[in-house]
């Protein structure tokens, strides 16, 4: 039997998103739930079905000094065109406690079926900067070194 003292305050937080993913991209995102007693128990969910057991990457509970805890699980995958499905992926996380507690947090992101052409880019090594601003710095950096060569 389980003893639930403290249920979470909130719906599981999804961090990590983009808000598109091409074929090939690695999609590497967390799921967090809100401190409770017993800590929630969360599970992915890829466009509906339930994530690979080989995605998810399981951290234990963490103390938040009060006697509650909180979940972290993370999923971590390469994308293939059938997980871009019409256009879109969907990440889905729940959290459950018993059968006292469910709640759950969903995010749609735009999807292309078509490989990124910045290989970088899709290993989520340029998450947050365009390949073109980066194109621009290392064109920068390149003619620093030829002057400093030229000297």
């Given at each position: 039997?389980?003893?639930?003292?403290?249920?979470?305050?909130?719906?599981?937080?999804?961090?990590?998103?983009?808000?598109?993913?091409?074929?090939?991209?690695?999609?590497?995102?967390?799921?967090?739930?809100?401190?409770?007693?017993?800590?929630?128990?969360?599970?992915?969910?890829?466009?509906?079905?339930?994530?690979?057991?080989?995605?998810?990457?399981?951290?234990?509970?963490?103390?938040?000094?009060?006697?509650?805890?909180?979940?972290?699980?993370?999923l971590h995958f390469r994308?293939?065109?059938?997980?871009?499905?019409?256009?879109r992926l969907k990440l889905?996380?729940?959290?459950?406690?018993?059968?006292?507690?469910?709640?759950?947090?969903?995010?749609?992101?735009?999807?292309?079926?078509?490989?990124?052409?910045?290989?970088?880019?899709?290993?989520?090594?340029?998450?947050?900067?365009?390949?073109?601003?980066?194109?621009?710095?290392?064109?920068?950096?390149?003619?620093?070194?030829?002057?400093?060569?030229?000297?």
């Amino acid at each position: 039997m389980v003893v639930v003292t403290d249920t979470p305050e909130s719906d599981p937080h999804i961090s990590g998103t983009r808000n598109k993913y091409h074929a090939g991209d690695v999609v590497q995102v967390n799921c967090t739930s809100s401190p409770s007693k017993p800590a929630a128990a969360l599970m992915w969910y890829v466009n509906d079905d339930q994530a690979d057991s080989a995605f998810l990457v399981d951290y234990a509970p963490v103390p938040n000094g009060e006697g509650l805890e909180t979940s972290i699980l993370g999923l971590h995958f390469r994308a293939r065109p059938s997980h871009l499905r019409q256009g879109r992926l969907k990440l889905r996380c729940t959290a459950t406690i018993a059968a006292v507690y469910f709640r759950e947090n969903t995010i749609y992101a735009r999807a292309h079926l078509t490989p990124r052409r910045d290989p970088l880019e899709s290993q989520g090594m340029l998450t947050g900067v365009s390949a073109g601003v980066l194109d621009v710095q290392v064109w920068v950096v390149l003619m620093g070194v030829a002057l400093v060569l030229l000297r």
